[in-house]
């Protein structure tokens, strides 16, 4: 008899956790869990243990051979993980890896060798370096390293090949190597030790834009003409006291903060910046006037001037028709007739200054969105302000003003009035042109003779979109029940006066969230107070209250 053959296979083992061969499916549940698909049906998978709490990440992933071969992202975030090992460098086809919110001190110098990685968090660890070799990684594009113990920069950074955004902020640096400027990088070194800038001496400097707030510099690079390529500089919050006239012959830049600092004046050449910047601060400085020249920008959307000591406009400032928004605020002015000019802006910031008279032509500013004229010695508002049809914000708190335009709302939706403590006696006769108002602040005035007229309660019953109304500090005896109209009013101030009792219809404010009637006459917390289901917040403090129900 000639013998069968089994028809039986041979046991198969299942492939090892671990070493050559080893695949996923093999790794304890606990681990593959956090083993997720790309998403978007990418090739590859994704590491996440993001928020777990851990100290340590699973030594296995380093060492099984089908993540070293398709993991693309490790996360794992807002964690306790004291380090990282060298053994990340066998995930070799990493691209992303966010390990921001640990107690990491050291990143290993073995990451330099993964060549597919093109984004790095490592914020908000205790970094006090990072490796001296990164700059190979050479698919890097992205490093965020801030809010860490950094002292120095990596001497090479400079030569890394991809890298196009580096954030340094929030650490102890104190010097940066000039090659950092040869890359095209938008670097934000703010709130560092740095006192000065290294001298741009490098051929080709490529670099866009540049944060370097937020540290102690008083002077700006030699050589910073040669930064034709930086678009973006930001050295607010530092100690100069003033600006080289080369900074005028960058003549790409369309965005320069030099806020918060010791500037007494601007050299004229700044302005040769005129075809290119479009957004300019120069707030908190100690200038007292403009150069002549200033007119000159032919794009500029965006000017602060707040918080100097400015009293006099430049020539032909009202030739600047791109201006968009306009801050000058916390200065020394008493003219503005200029303003008017400026027919595209559409916020403008007069408060803190010492202007006593808008001009006459304000309806010129076609485009005036918000305006804000308070803390100033205005007596009264033009009526051309009522034929400003895009207009929909006034501040005119501490001022002089007596009586408001009756053509407030005649082709306008204004939504907002702040025309606290000033001398009002009287509001507009037709409030129904103000129908939009949400909020109205009137603290402050003289409207008490003026709210005894039966026909004020009615006109505000008006405001139907009225959420926010203040009328404390204007001696109010009484609201009438037609006050209570106002079925959209949320918020409600009208405390220190005298009123004596709350209108039984109160109860109709159905929206209203917070009341503050704190110092008054009131004898009564009536039960009608008690339907107002969404109140949030309410104050009686200081009247004459006896029982509760």
């Not at 600092?261 to 100690?286: D, G, R, V, W």
């Not at 895009?390 to 939706?413: E, H, R, Y």
Request: charged share 25%; net charge positive.
């Amino acid at each position: 008899m000639s013998g069968r053959k089994s028809g039986r296979k041979k046991d198969e083992k299942p492939p090892p956790p671990t070493g050559p061969g080893s695949k996923i499916k093999s790794l304890p549940a606990d681990i593959r869990r956090h083993i997720l698909p790309q998403q978007d049906g990418q090739r590859g998978v994704q590491l996440n243990w993001s928020t777990t709490s851990v100290k340590n990440l699973p030594k296995e992933i380093y060492q099984n051979e089908e993540i070293q071969g398709f993991a693309r992202i490790l996360e794992a975030p807002n964690n306790r993980l004291k380090k990282v090992p060298g053994a990340v460098s066998a995930l070799k086809e990493l691209e992303n890896i966010d390990l921001k919110n640990n107690t990491i001190s050291k990143l290993p110098g073995s990451i330099s060798r993964l060549k597919a990685l093109n984004y790095l968090d490592i914020s908000s660890n205790t970094l006090r370096s990072l490796p001296a070799t990164i700059h190979k990684a050479s698919g890097l594009t992205e490093i965020k390293a801030a809010n860490n113990r950094l002292k120095t920069v990596p001497a090479k950074l400079g030569t890394a090949p991809s890298l196009v955004s580096i954030d340094l902020s929030n650490n102890i640096i104190k010097s940066l190597k000039k090659n950092i400027y040869k890359l095209p990088l938008t670097l934000n070194v703010s709130h560092n030790k740095l006192k000065d800038l290294p001298a741009v001496s490098v051929k080709n400097p490529c670099i866009h834009s540049m944060d370097v707030s937020y540290n102690q510099l008083e002077q700006l690079p030699n050589g910073i003409e040669n930064l034709l390529c930086l678009t973006s500089l930001d050295v607010s919050h530092n100690e100069l006291t003033e600006l080289p006239p080369q900074l005028g012959l960058v003549k790409y830049m369309t965005h320069l903060d030099i806020s918060h600092n010791k500037l007494k004046f601007l050299n004229p050449e700044l302005c040769n910046l005129q075809f290119a910047m479009t957004q300019l601060y120069i707030s908190h400085n100690s200038l007292e006037t403009l150069p002549d020249e200033f007119c000159m920008f032919k794009k500029l959307t965006t000017l602060d001037l707040s918080h100097n000591e400015i009293n006099l406009l430049p020539p032909k400032f009202e030739d600047m028709k791109t201006l968009k928004k306009l801050n000058l605020s916390h200065n020394k002015f008493r003219n503005v007739s200029a303003l008017s000019g400026l027919r595209n802006c559409e916020d403008l910031d007069l408060s803190s200054n010492a202007i006593d008279l808008l001009p006459s032509d304000i309806d010129k500013m076609k485009a005036l969105v918000n305006l804000d004229i308070s803390d100033n010695a205005i007596k009264t508002i033009p009526d051309s302000i009522g034929r400003i049809r895009t207009l929909k914000m006034i501040k005119m708190a501490n001022n002089s003003v007596t009586t408001l335009p009756d053509t407030l709302g005649d082709d306008q939706i204004i939504i907002y009035i702040d025309a606290t403590n000033n001398g009002l006696e009287a509001l507009p006769a037709d409030m129904r042109k103000l129908r939009n108002m949400e909020t109205l602040l009137l603290s402050q005035n003289q409207l008490s003779a003026f709210l005894q007229l039966e026909e004020f309660p009615a006109a505000i019953g008006n405001l139907k979109m009225l959420q926010n109304l203040d009328l404390s500090n204007n001696l109010l005896k009484k609201l009438s029940d037609k006050f209570f109209k106002l079925k959209n009013l949320a918020r409600l101030i009208i405390k220190n006066n005298t009123l004596q009792a709350f209108p039984d219809d109160i109860s109709t404010l159905k929206k209203l969230k917070y009341l503050d009637a704190s110092n008054n006459q009131i004898t009564e917390f009536t039960k009608e107070m008690t339907q107002l289901s969404e109140l949030e917040f309410i104050d009686l403090s200081e009247n004459q209250l006896q029982t509760l129900p």
